[in-house]
């Protein structure tokens, strides 16, 4: 990816930038970006480790349309995935990079709009035997999407909203519009919640991580040991009921993403192409 960010860098004669308020500017603005992103896919093909798995055959098509029918409405992008695939990991190599760059990217958890099911932990005792009383916490019934859809409208919008809270405490405690989250040109969402319901047809774009099931159970247990607080006893447990929850709920969405990366490649390459999109996206030179 270098290769291709210096021979951009190169270049003493940038493109002319179109007006895109006209349908001709965004007409070219389309085919511009289309060019750029199958040199991308060219490159990540060959690459030794590649981070594009498949892409959806009508995906360019139908987000180059949007771009030039509906250019007022703010880029929603869903990230979804199998538990401990690599998703928040991924957000969080965009967050920051896009602040290094100052893009315009805003970044929100849907896990934030589980329901509160505090009640039914403190009857239960503790999380763990919520789960082992049979609660089926990956269940879409237990996420508010109806809110998350509502907030999700207004961001596209530009209208600024005030997301909840789910406190990662076990407690269960969801705190009401708890964190400000800026209507940026661009809003990535990260959770199982973006695959369910009307809220999966509001993305621009669907992003699936996926990654081996060694390489998931490594991370999982990882992550349970060290930031939650779990045994492995525990969290082997409740591995194996993520993965039935997956085969419910997350897998059969799969094949629904419009693109399906690798969540086990290289950060740094990962945000190579942040860099790479930033660069060709801001190679336009100004009329005099």
Known sequence: MNSLLEKEAKHTDKILKPDFSTRSGREFLAIYLYSKFKQILNYDKNSEAPIFQKIHPDFIPKFTRRLINNPEKHILIGISGESASGKTTICNTIKQATERLNMPIEILSADNYFRDISDLIKKHGSFDNLLASGFDVDSPDNFNLEQLFIDLEKLS????????????????????????????????????????????????????????????????????????????????????????????YILPKKDASDIIINGASSLEYFSQIIDYIFTITNNFSSPE
């Open 157 to 248: 919008r530009g209208e600024d909203v005030r997301i909840p809270e789910y406190l990662v405490n076990g407690t269960g405690v969801v705190v009401p519009n708890a964190i400000p989250k800026k209507a940026k040109k661009v809003i990535v969402v990260e959770g199982m919640a973006t695959m369910h319901g009307a809220v999966a047809d509001l993305f621009d774009v669907k992003l699936y991580v996926d990654v081996k099931p060694e390489i998931q159970e490594k991370w999982f247990l990882y992550r349970a040991q060290t930031s939650r607080n779990q045994n492995e006893e525990n969290a082997r447990k409740q591995l194996a009921y993520v993965r039935e929850a997956s085969k419910k």
